[in-house]
């Protein structure tokens, strides 16, 4: 199989980052190729200062993300959830490179709204860590960073899309910790 890592945190020095780490080890253990992305470290404009309206050329970072969802067979999205959602980087991304011609295609001429998928074929996981209880994330607060990725990959045509969290990371011992970075370092070879 072939996984493509989208590390959504900004900073290497991170819990998440060690969870990304691990996952991606399992994954290249179970003998997945891999690519990873790490959106901190990518040069873009965030912005699509024209919606769909215009045609804003790719930053050659935003060029080379393209190439490699399209490479991945399994593509796994690891962040943090901030404000109930996954920090403003990782929507960038999805917004300047998920754009109609790549990811999906809106049929002209339709009497309602249709589109093809562009992206069928291909499965994802979304994994994320958080301070609150995921129990409370998903039941409470309604789970909608899930709910927007899961979406958004379903518009794609990518299905089906699991999800793993890891939380409440600020109130984990040491122990459970460790705990969850065997776990992620066994789902990366699941995949």
Known sequence: MKQLMIFGHPSRE?????LADEYCAGAIESGSELRRIDLGELSFDPVLHQGYAGNQPLEPDLAMARESILWAD?????YPTWWAAPPA???????????PG???????????????KLLCNRSARVISTMDSPPLYYRMVAGDPGYKMMK?????????PVARSYFGSVKMSAPE????????????????
Request: proline share 0%.
């Open 14 to 18: 991170s819990f998440c980052n060690a």
């Open 74 to 78: 399994h593509l796994v999205f690891l």
């Open 89 to 99: 980087l990782m929507k960038a991304f999805v917004e300047r490179v998920f754009l």
């Open 102 to 116: 790549f990811a999906f295609q809106y049929k002209k001429g339709a009497k309602v709204v249709s589109w093809d």
């Open 151 to 159: 979406d958004i990959m379903h518009f794609c045509g990518v299905r």
């Open 176 to 191: 459970k910790r460790r705990k969850w970075l065997r776990e992620i370092r066994r789902l990366g070879g699941l995949a």
